[in-house]
């Protein structure tokens, strides 16, 4: 006899499938989130946000399993999930961060894919 239980995702993967939702509602041709955009994302310097956080390496520091320092001084918790597990469990608090971080560094909100593909690289690290 065969028994399928239901996989339970949880609050990450919840969130992601909604930005995949969103995602593909914004652009037909999507196919998925992707963690070498999303490690390009961290990494890449930017002209349109603030000038002293042209990245967010900028304050998270190249190694996402490494604790970042603001620019105030204060240290910042890794922020990939194998360091920092309980990382992303809040929609609410990610959602909060992004808008925050993407309008510092992107000088704009991040798009749904960005937000996605980010994620992605950061649970995979």
Not at 116 to 125: A, C
Request: charged content about 20%; hydrophobic content about 35%.
């Amino acid at each position: 006899m065969l028994l399928t239980t239901p996989i339970l995702a949880g609050p990450r993967e919840d969130l992601l499938a909604q930005y995949a939702t969103a995602a593909k509602a914004a652009a037909s041709a999507f196919s998925g989130f992707s963690a070498a955009r999303g490690k390009t994302l961290h990494t890449q310097a930017f002209v349109g946000g603030k000038p002293d956080t042209p990245a967010c390496t900028s304050c998270h520091g190249q190694d996402p399993r490494s604790a970042g320092r603001s620019l105030a001084g204060k240290v910042i918790d890794p922020v990939a999930v194998s360091v920092s597990p309980s990382r992303y469990a809040d929609p609410a608090k990610v959602e909060k961060w992004f808008k925050r971080n993407c309008n510092e560094v992107l000088g704009r909100e991040c798009a749904t894919q960005e937000k996605g593909d980010w994620l992605t690289y950061m649970f995979s690290q």
